[in-house]
Each structure stands twice: as structure tokens, then as C-alpha cells.
């Protein structure tokens, strides 16, 4: 009896198991939320022209309405001493690699939201408070959020932050790429104020084949290596450096999409509410047969009584 | 094939319009036009130029003084959070002159005159060709790279004043054309290296003979160094262990390094170049006045001038000489025999007597009359 | 044997001194709540951007869902394998899902940021969320435990509704109420039932899901794809185990004879469960060749054979001892160890496999965090022993042989 029970359960557990690992590894496609714009911008940051100068903060700040210092307290370049990372505060810092060897500059990397094409944060919020618009920006909808922070989990580039310090309606708060200036027609606001142009505003496409195009002119100055153009298959914004990315401590990323195949498994377990049901009716199948079963059990018994 | 008749017919006169002005500034540029088009027929539509910089194409230098002395840079004024920066161009240019000379700046320039930056960059930061800077990023890529080798600072005051604080009165500018404002650099005459190699301590380098003798550039050695070379206010980093090629780099350009050590290296300070004994040729005596490329024809190619004189003169005979210049003029007898006569060796230096004379030679006795040259 | 078992509530001296004990841990732990509720989570915890989750997603609510598993395992068997000798454990495996599940929304709550929008997930959907459909899923499987409770009201109250004063009015109507409600839930309890099993089945597995998309954030001794079905397969083998462990442990209380009999049934059941899952989760390793990071000396290396090994190997070899199987203490023994492997396994998946790109201070939690996790399981310890003494929940033997009227409604 006991054997008999065990050997189902185990059957139909098998049964789910093989079912969940069958449809997982079954690649079904996602069906996006958005289609990727064609013309969508972005911004290519060439990290060997960037200065440090942190207008950007500045003008990030003030165009955020998020407190900040006058813009000459920027010159100071102390703040480099340690390493930064965008917060709620500040949703852009720069950060400052010391020179080495043969190095003349140090190199200032500016940090922001990527502004990835597969949004980790668009795929993993619970509402969809995340949307990746047409223009390439992702963005942050406050009236949806509900607070559990897995985007930030989900983030592989650790951008979204979060107010912790406020006990009544925090914020998730990340980069924006200035969705309300840049639906008015204006630059984003770090674009705008860079002194450098360190920051070079343009359809992702035309700023891809810029980048390359000033590797090849400048082999010395550039490694061959467009951060973005396919990590976490592709961001909106872009990076070019004179060494390694790794060394600016940019994360190592594959050319799978952020939210990877966790997407996949998802609507593989949820493929049009097919295996739920499936499964339903397959339980209910078994609990009809063993109901059955032990009746006639009980019939028998009472007529051997 | 009639489109293309067409076609043709129809560019035709662009063509011709086109060709016409190219007399006065390509053509003397002497460049192929695919130095600068990347296709075959370019037009005044589409010239289909090459991406910038193309720095190595074409060169235009001029003088810092004819260059415009102060520029205030107020393009920008209405976007901009300061006030427009008067910018001393003879100054800069005159720290360029020491380098690249224009085009340190002035990284690309089209047939004609040296052109300003806002020719080619555009004021406004949201456009559509990002091939190349806006005029902002453009000031400040081509400013910051040497003010922050100079001072290592990037504070924004140092050039600019916001806008409030700023004396908003128009600039006078003095016309002082003589007056240089950075003074002039020394060049030194030698320089004595002490290297550590065993063998030929000393590499004794004459800065003048350089320049002047062998008429080298300043910026064939002197590229890309900016004022940081000289007024550095960061500590240079300690020495670093460089590559044999690359302590070599400047001088392997014209020299051998890799097998003729003991041309520049020796045990002790060698004396300037001097031609009679680095290459037997003495040219104390006729040709002390030439410059070095008046022989040395090719560029920078100092070798393989025979030391006859017909390699350069040709045979001599009485239409191409004139023996007064050897300060000496011939009498009558002697000014009608053929040079052969007298010089027998290609070098023409002493004339052999005893052919005709038997108690005459020479210079005891002399065919002429010696006059001051 | 099962014949005369009636569940019947069990009146008690409520408060012993352990139970004192454990009020105070309640409190403190709501304290905490209430610090956190005026001064926000960043005040109480020690979360932060590096670290946006910490145990009360760790624990709390992935442990605490992997926990709650006796629910839907033993109403599996109990009734979809329609195994009547398991009835009398399905009321305690409900209650302790119930309490369980109600605290993982607790939980959920507290560490929101926004509360007060725990609503939102129900109207503003996004299918490719993982964390949607384990939202989903524990909201209605919540609904649905409640469901499957409301047997167990009807039958303490119907023919006893007595409220007092003014509400005495309302006694008979409430009655009727009652077994109108009572006679719906005899016919489509079965719905409910099977519901359970796959919503469980679903989201136990999502929450596997959950983690995926940190990706290269997460230590690739756990990070794997298979990562759902792992989960899966542990939350199947953790809840006989915490029948077994809870049942003991009841008994003790309330000082009763352990159900050894199927206790040891239960427990022949625990070891296939467990060696299916620990082939997978070894299997997997050797796949994807993750067994060159045990060579290394860490946290997570340490971490990681501590839960395969105490976790899953060890209970593994005493369920299938036949001395352990005869005893209770050994048993309980046992099932505690898988307990705590799947504990450590959500704690691992969750915070020490979470390893971010940038760390400024590596996260360990806070007084208040702890207290409040701890707070949380003492509250479902007491609540337990409440439901226990007013519900008809725990069976005994029953000397006069007559059958119970209301049981749980099986088909």
C-alpha cells in the first residue's frame, strides 16, 4: 500500500519535474512589452576625453531637483579618493582611475543607468513600473511602484538605489536619461553641460558606427572594445576606453540579455496557462482514479464482511 | 550607358566649375585627391571628404604674427553659464611654434588660409552629424590637453569667469605686432648625454647642427610635447625602464641604432659634425657657404654622394667653370688648355707641371696670379 | 487504527514558561516592526544599495515558503493520492501552511517599501516578472489555504455560535450561515485541493525563478537555470519532514503519544524526495563543472557543503536507517536536518550566493532584521498552539468510537 502510494507520488512528482525542466530548456521567446525603436538614442561616453570635472553631476542634480552644492564646489577633486556609486542622491557620479605606468591622465568614468535594449529592471519589476521607451530611455513609473526592490536585484550594472532612509513613500531613483527634457526637445542635462563632450548624443546606431570609427583612426588611443554594443545584449549607452574595462572596474558581462533565461523558464512555465492546467487536470485525473479505487476497495471489503 | 552620358553631361560643368578654382588651391597641393575624397569624382555637393583629422595631408604653417593676436571667444555667450574667454592667440601660438606649429591646433585645414574653429564645428550640441565634436567639446579637447598636462588642474576657473563677475567691457586689444609675448626659445647649442651603456659612454648631441646644418624641423623631433615639457607643475613620475627602441626612437629616424653604435656613442665627448673627417670630404674650400641639401638632394638622406665632383658638376670644361673662383686666375698661356691638361685626378685639386715643364711645379711656381676670393 | 482518531481542540493552560519565553521574542520582534513602520527600513536594517535584500526575503519569505511545502505535500497524499491514514496529519500540515503563509505576507509587507501598495500587483501586471507570478500565486494559494481551513471553523462553530451582548442577534443567522457555507465547501472543496497542489507547485518552483536574473551577481555554486525545479524538488522533500518534526514537537507540548506509525511512513517517503533532489542539485554541479569554486576556502564554499552535506546527504543516510525509522526522536532528529538544509539553501540562494559587482561593506543583518524574523516565528509558534487549542486540529484517540462528523471535506 505504502510502496503502491510512494511510487505514484514519485511518478507524478517526476512527472512535474520533467515537465518544469522540459519547458525551461525550451527557449520560449518572450513576448516583448516594447519594440526596440530603430532610432532610438543614446550616448557614447569616450572615458579617454572625460576630465573630471563633475558638471555633469551638477547639472544632473539640478535638473532632477535633487539638492545639491554650487556648481565651483565640483572642482574639487578630493571626492576621487573613493570610489562612488550612483545613489538616490545622485544619480550620476564620476569616478577617478589613477594613472599607471605609462599613463600621462588619470581616467574619469562617468556611472549612470545604461539604459539597457532588455531591460533587467523592465523584465523583473513586479508591476511593470519599468518601461523601456521609444527614445531608449528606461525609465521609472512612482505612481505603480510598490517598494520590493528587485529591480535592484535584477540590475546587472547595480544602478537603481533606493531611499531607505524615508519610512513613507521611498522612491526608486536611477537615471533617467532626462525623459522630461529630452520629450521637450532638449539634451539630457549631462550631455548639455559637458564642457568635454565627453558625451556624444545620437541615435544608437550612428554612435556605434562613430565609435568604431574613431578606433580605427586611433588605434593607440582606444582598445578595440565598444562597452555596451553587445553586453547584456546591448545598451542605450556606450563606452569607449584606452584600456581594458575591466580595469575601470565596469562589470564583465555576457551578450545575453539581462533578464537572461529567467524570462524564458518563465513563460515556459507559464506558457499560455497550459502546464498549470495540464497539471491540474492531471492531478485531478489521479485523485478521481484513487477516490474510485478506494471505493471499490471498501465495497469489496464490505463484501467479504 | 545614355544615364550615365547623362550624368556625365550633367556634371560636366560642375566639373569644369569646379576645376577651375581647383588652379588656384588644390593643384599646387600637391596631393592625389584620394588623400582627402574617399570617391572618385568628388562635387561641390558631395565632396565625400574623408573623416577628420587628416593632419598628415595638408600643411599649412604661418608665423604667429599673422595670426590674430587676441581672439574672444563669444560664440557661445548665449548658452553659456560664463563669460566669453579672451584668448591670447599669439601666445599659444607661439608655444605652437615650438611643436607642431599650426597644427597643433589647427588639426585640419583646406586648401587656402589657416581656418578658425567654428568653420568645421558646429555651435550647437544637438545635431546630426556626431562625426565631430561641437564647437564647445572642440575648445575644450584641444585646451585641456595641454592645461592639464601643464598644471594638472581642470578647475574651470582658470580660464573662464561666470558671467556675473564678469568685466563685460568690450576688449582692446593693443596692436603690438612686434612684441613677442612668450619669449623665445633657446634652442641649446649640445647636448651631453651620459648613457649607461659600457661601451661609448657619451652620446654628445649638437642641437645646432640639427637644426641648422641638417635643417631638421623642430617638430620632427618636438611632436606632440606641450608646455608640460618644460613648465610642468606635477612631479614627473620616477624614470621608467624604457625599451631600447624606444630610447632610440627620435634618432632612428635618420640614424642607424641598431648597428652603428659608435657613430653618436664614444668614450668621450666628441666634437661637433664635421664633414672632412665623419665623411673625407672637406668643405672648408668651395662649398663651406651650401646648405646640406644643395648636394644632398633626397630628404633627409645624407648618404651615398660620391666625393668626385662630377657627381654634382658635371665635367668641368671652360663653359661651366670659371678658374677665378679657385682664387686664382690663369694667364693667358694656361687659359686656353683644357682642365684634363693640368688636373689629372677627378678631385681637380693639384695640377700636375711636369707634363709640359720640367723645373716648374706647383705651388712653387704658379700659372697665374693668385687674387683674394 | 486511524478509526478512533478524532481531531478535537486541545484545552490547556495557555501560557507555560517557554511560552513566555517566546511572547517576549514576539514582542521584540514587533517593536521592531513598529520602529521600522515610523523610521523606515533603512533605520532598522542593515539593507542597502549594494544589498537591497536581506533575510526578510531570505527567510522570512523564501525559507518561510519552502517551509509552509507540508501544506500542499501531505494534501497530495492525504487526498489527491487519497490516502485516508494521512487525514489526521493534514489539519496540523494545514494550520502550520496557513500560519506560514499568513507570515510571509507579513513579511512581505514589512520590507516593502510601500506597504501600503501591496494591492498593485493585483491590477498593474507584468507577465515576465518572476516575482509577479510568485506574488500571484502566494495571494490566491493564501486564499485558497484559508479555503481549506473554513471546514475546520464550521465544524468547531456550527451548532456553538454564542456571541455576546449585542451580537446575540446575529447567532442564528451566523449558524445558517455557516452550514450554508459548510455544504458549498463539502462539494467543491476538491477544486480548492488540487488548486493548492499546483499553485504550490508553481510558485515554489518561481521562486527559483526569482533569483535567476541576478545573474552573474549571484555565486555560480547556486546560479543555474535548473534553479526552479531545484527549489521545487527541496520544497517537496522539506514537507514531510516538517510534518514529521511539527508532529513531534506537538506532541510533546501537549504531551500526547507520537503518531509513530505514520511518522515513520511519512519519513520512508523523505529519503526518494531527497535523493531525487540531490541528483539534480548534484548532477547540475557536475554539468556545469561548478565544483572547481568547492575548491576554494569561503563563506560560500563553506556554505555550500554545510547544506548539501548536514542538509541533504546526512538526513538522506538516517531515513534510511530502519533503527531511525522505528524511533520518533530519530526521526524528528532527521527531519529537523532536511528542515534546516532547505533553510540554509534559501538563505544561501538568496544572501550568501548574492555577491554584487560593487560592495562598499558586505551585508549581515542587523538587530532589528533578526528580531524581527525571529519575532515573526515565535508569533507563528504561539498562534499555532491558539489555533491548536480552539480548533479541532490535532486528532486523539477517541474511546467512544464514533465517527467524526466533520472531517476535512475529500472527494
Known sequence: MINESRRKFLKTSALIGAGITGLSTKSVKAEPKYVLDENRMGVLIDTTVCIGCRKCEWACKTAHDLPTQPIESYDDRTVFEKMRRPDAKALTVVNEYPPKETDQFPINVKVQCMHCDKPACVSACIVGAFSKEENGSVIWDTDKCIGCRYCMVACPFQIPAFEFEKAWHPDIRKCDFCFDRTKEGKLPACVEICPMEVLTYGTRKSLIERAHQKISLYPDRYIKHIYGEFEVGGTSWLYLASKDFHELQFPKLGTNTAPGVSEAIQHGIFAYFVPPVALYALLGGVMWINKKKAESNKNKEVHHE | MKKLIIIILFLAPILIQSQTKLNSTHANLNLTCSNCHSCTIPTKENPCLKPCPRESLIRIDQKPEEGPRVIVIDKLRDTDIYAPVKFSHLAHAEMADMTGGCRTCHHYNPPGNVIGCSDCHETTRKRADITKPDLKGAYHQQCMNCHRSWSGKTDCNDCHVVKEKADLKPVKVKDEKSKRIHPEVKAPEKISFNTKTDKGKFVTFYHNDHTGLFGLECSQCHSNESCAKCHSQIKKPAEIKKSFAEQHKKCSSCHEVKTGCNKCHSNKESGPFNHKISTGFDLAKFHSKLNCARCHTTPSKFTGLIKDCVTCHGTWSWDNFDHKKTGLVLNETHGELDCESCHKDKSYANPTCTDCHDDLTYPKNLPGKLIKR | ?411
Not at chain 3, 521600522?36 to 527600513?41: A, D, E, K, S, V
Not at chain 3, 489527491?80 to 506560514?100: C, D, F, Q, S, V
Not at chain 3, 493585483?122 to 490566491?140: D, H, P, Q, R, T
Not at chain 3, 572547481?292 to 560560500?300: G, I
Open chain 3, 1 to 411: 487504527m486511524s478509526e478512533n482518531m478524532k481531531p478535537v481542540p486541545l484545552p490547556r493552560r495557555y501560557f507555560t514558561p517557554t511560552v513566555i519565553v517566546i511572547a517576549v521574542i514576539a514582542a521584540v520582534g514587533l517593536l521592531f516592526v513598529l520602529a521600522r513602520l515610523i523610521f523606515g527600513i533603512g533605520a532598522v536594517t542593515n539593507l542597502s544599495n549594494e544589498f537591497p535584500w536581506g533575510i526578510w526575503i531570505g527567510i522570512d519569505v523564501a525559507a518561510g515558503v519552502a517551509l509552509a511545502a507540508g501544506g500542499f505535500t501531505t494534501a497530495a497524499l492525504g487526498h489527491i493520492m487519497h490516502k485516508e491514514e494521512y487525514h489526521l496529519i493534514t489539519r496540523p500540515a494545514l494550520l502550520t501552511a496557513m500560519l506560514g503563509y499568513t507570515f510571509v505576507a507579513v513579511s512581505v509587507g514589512i520590507d516593502l517599501g510601500r506597504y501600503y501598495y501591496i494591492w498593485h500587483p493585483l491590477i498593474m501586471w507584468n507577465g515576465n516578472s518572476a516575482l509577479f507570478e510568485v506574488g500571484m500565486c502566494v495571494m490566491i494559494y493564501l486564499t485558497v489555504l484559508y479555503i481549506e481551513f473554513l471546514p475546520i471553523v464550521t465544524e468547531r462553530f456550527i451548532g456553538r455560535v454564542n456571541l455576546p451582548g449585542f451580537f446575540k442577534r446575529f447567532n442564528v443567522s451566523l449558524d445558517k450561515l455557516l452550514r450554508a457555507l459548510d455544504r458549498g465547501l463539502d462539494k467543491t472543496m476538491f477544486i480548492f485541493i488540487i488548486a493548492g497542489v499546483v499553485l504550490s507547485c508553481l510558485h515554489q518552483s518561481s521562486l527559483g525563478t526569482l533569483m535567476i536574473i541576478a545573474g552573474p551577481k549571484m555565486h555560480p555554486l547556486w546560479q543555474t537555470p535548473i534553479l526552479p525545479l531545484l527549489f521545487l524538488l527541496s520544497a517537496m522533500s522539506v514537507g514531510f519532514p516538517m510534518v514529521i518534526f511539527e508532529s513531534y514537537l506537538t506532541s510533546k507540548s501537549f504531551g500526547l503519544k507520537p503518531e509513530t506509525n505514520i511518522m515513520a511512513n511519512l519519513g520512508s517517503m523523505v529519503a526518494p524526495l531527497l535523493g531525487i533532489y540531490l541528483s539534480f542539485k548534484l548532477g547540475d554541479m557536475v554539468i556545469r563543472q561548478t565544483f572547481v569554486y568547492l575548491t576554494e576556502f569561503n563563506t560560500a564554499s563553506v556554505m555550500f557543503v554545510i547544506e548539501i552535506v548536514i542538509g541533504v546527504v546526512v538526513p538522506l543516510r538516517l531515513f534510511l536507517s530502519p533503527q531511525i525509522q522505528k524511533s520518533p526522536m530519530g526521526l524528528s532528529i532527521a527531519a529537523f536536518l532536511v528542515i534546516f538544509g532547505v533553510f540554509l539553501n534559501r538563505m544561501n540562494n538568496f544572501i550568501v550566493a548574492y555577491n554584487p559587482p560593487y560592495v562598499f561593506q558586505s551585508y549581515f543583518p542587523s538587530i532589528g532584521e533578526i528580531s524581527v524574523t525571529a519575532g515573526f516565528i515565535a508569533l507563528e509558534i504561539l498562534l499555532f498552539r491558539a489555533f491548536v487549542m480552539i480548533f479541532p486540529i490535532v486528532s486523539v484517540p477517541q474511546h467512544s468510537g464514533t465517527k467524526a462528523k466533520f472531517s476535512i471535506r475529500s472527494v
